[in-house]
């Protein structure tokens, strides 16, 4: 079976990876334009590109799919290389560009998608994040015949997996990549053979995960301890839930949760103790122990090791001027 590949980030190397594995043809591979990177903001392939040069794979980089959008020559010359490509199939994971009509129509068996959540829960563009920050018990895998509306196409195959207590989006990630490389492989060998049996969606159960801001990164600590708690965890490795403090922006990478503790009495986002173990916060609703941080320009460090560069002390309000909040009479 003659496939061809459009993907960009790590989530969708692995997938490549995998067909690859697995003995498929990949004609072509299609992904994003190099993007400015590091602090030196070189442009940088994405990693579904360097695994293309790796394997001696034919790269497009087109800026648009559309004939008659902003880059017409990309898009011509991408059909060109598409056609060519002569595939039976297309894979879509995590591209990052919209797929016109003449794009799904143009493989015999048209394009698949490799959806982490379980559709129609969390359609759109950040669905582990949002697994995340919603406290989801469980997310997983969809394979979806893909259509022109968003993530709304037909399901093919679908598999669970938990949300573990301790899961950040950086490690569900990287379990979701796998298993979607897996499921994939499946699909694949199942179309083969005609097994694949096309299921509508729900029409019940539409949630959409929106892209992730970096606005949303800053930490309002008038929200329950757990709410922050559990977007500290979605926001890991981006954009990083950050506080301000005495003037500079510091990032919270981990925490650990008391929502019983009643706040009424403390100014939110107070530091009510610090010790070696982290530094316990009032939130809205109970407290939260930062027990991972980073300043600015540097590493994250357990709060042991942070609280040696970086004087915190009980008393101070994060989120606001530099100021030592008085306590309550």
Known sequence: MRVIFAGTPEFARVALE????????????????????????????????????????????????????????????????????????????????????????????????????????????????????????????????????????????????????????????????????????????LAACGGLKAVPQPAEGITYAHKIEKAESTIDWSLPATVIGLRIRAFDPFPGASTECAGETIKVWSCEIDSNKSNTDKRHGQILSVNGDGVTVACGEGTLRLTTLQRAGGKRLAAADFLRGFDLQPGMVLGAAPTIAATPA
């Open 18 to 189: 995998r067909l690859l594995a697995a003995g498929f043809t990949v004609p072509l591979v299609l992904t994003q334009p190099d993007r400015p990177a590091g602090r030196g903001m070189k442009l940088q392939a994405s990693p579904v590109k360097q695994c293309a040069l790796e394997h001696g794979i034919p790269v497009a980089q087109p800026r648009s799919l559309r004939l008659d959008g902003k880059y017409p020559d990309d898009a011509a010359a991408a059909r060109d290389a598409l056609v060519a490509a002569q595939a039976d199939v297309m894979v879509v994971a995590a591209y990052g560009l919209i797929l016109p009509q003449w794009v799904l129509d143009l493989p015999a068996q048209g394009c698949l998608n490799i959806h982490a959540s379980l559709l129609p829960r969390w359609r759109g563009a950040a669905p582990i994040h949002r697994a995340i920050e919603a406290g989801d018990a469980e997310t997983g895998i969809t394979i979806m015949q893909m259509d022109a509306g968003l993530d709304t196409g037909d399901m093919l195959l679908m598999e669970r997996l938990a949300i573990a207590p301790t899961d950040t989006t950086a490690t569900l990630h990287d379990r979701l990549a796998a298993l979607g490389g897996r499921m994939i492989v499946e699909a694949l060998e």
